[in-house]
């Protein structure tokens, strides 16, 4: 017989036994902990404290993803990813937050918000939890882009969508895992 998750947890758990912010920064804030690990040695856990994000699938009534090209500078080239960013606070209402995103870069809004789940995109190195939407009901605008924001709209059908990230044309994981989703749940009869 296996054992259960409480005891899991308490088997593989460690202990914080000290904790100092090394860096402070305006998305970032890297800490630095102490642990007590599970066989009683102690060693060093680096991490990112980040506020939490949204991401989402704007789905048009004939079948097309609303998506962006952006140049992400850590890798130095233009990706095509979802509408997506991050939550002002750890507190802030993620759905609110989704219907902020989704204006400011695309200039749509939505009839209706269908939230597909959570996804934890690097759990080795930090805490950030992206939230994910399809938004149905679109209805097209002006885009409030930030003052450093460079971003390019395009639509693509959703099965091209599907096609290019299992062809690896798409590397961003909220984005694959997102659209993988809402495939998923159309495929199923469930949009």
């Not at 680096?46 to 890798?75: S, W």
């Not at 605008?141 to 798409?170: A, C, H, Q, S, Y």
Request: aromatic share 6%; charged share 30%; glycine share 6%.
């Amino acid at each position: 017989m296996g054992i259960s998750e409480n005891e899991e947890s308490r088997e593989l758990a460690e202990k914080t036994l000290s904790s100092e912010m090394i860096y402070d920064g305006k998305l970032l804030k890297v800490y630095k902990d102490r642990v007590r690990l599970p066989n009683g040695h102690e060693s060093a856990r680096e991490y990112i404290r980040h506020n939490g994000a949204v991401c989402i699938v704007p789905l048009t009534d004939d079948g097309k993803v609303i998506a962006e090209r952006q140049f992400r500078y850590p890798f130095h080239c233009v990706i095509t990813e979802l509408p997506a960013g991050k939550l002002d606070t750890p507190e802030e209402d993620p759905a609110g937050a989704a219907a902020r995103e989704l204006l400011e870069e695309t200039g749509i809004t939505a009839d209706t918000w269908i939230p597909i789940g959570a996804l934890i995109p690097t759990c080795a190195y930090s805490t950030e939890v992206i939230h994910m939407y399809i938004a149905r009901g679109l209805h097209f605008g002006e885009r409030k882009l930030d003052e450093d924001e460079f971003l390019n709209v395009e639509k693509i059908p959703l099965e091209e969508f599907v096609t290019r990230i299992l062809n690896g044309e798409i590397r961003d994981s909220k984005t694959q895992t997102a659209v993988l989703k809402t495939w998923a749940l159309k495929q199923q009869g469930k949009l």
